[in-house]
């Protein structure tokens, strides 16, 4: 049974950073594509960035600078590394792993002065 746990989330100023990990268990993680999604209130979940099995990356254009998708296949763990964060980034990040569909329970972030 495939379990994604996200980590890493938490209340930061404009400007900061923050490093989400999502941490796979119960499936050949080398082999899946992943992603990282975002659902603000009210508002519909979105692609934020997405890695291939081979490292190639993709962005949504709001983040593209600012964040960084990263793997670590020997540990089964994603990472968002984000920085110069925004008060619009502010949503509950979502790790998928699209092999098998499969979604964390996700992680707040939230911006705020």
């Known amino acids: 049974q495939v379990q994604l746990v996200e980590s890493g989330g938490g209340l930061v100023q404009p400007g900061g950073s923050l490093r989400l990990s999502c941490a796979a268990s119960g499936t050949i993680f080398s082999r899946s594509n992943m992603g990282w999604y975002r659902q603000a209130p009210g508002k519909q979940r979105e692609l934020v960035a997405v890695?291939?099995?081979?490292?190639?990356?993709n962005y949504a254009d709001s983040v593209k600078g600012r964040f960084t998708i990263s793997r670590d296949n020997p540990k089964n763990t994603v990472y968002l590394q984000m920085n110069a964060l925004k008060p619009e980034d502010t949503a509950v990040y979502y790790c998928h792993l699209f092999s098998e569909d499969s979604w964390g329970r996700g992680t707040q972030v939230t911006v705020s002065p």
């Open positions: 890695i291939s099995t081979g490292g190639v990356t």
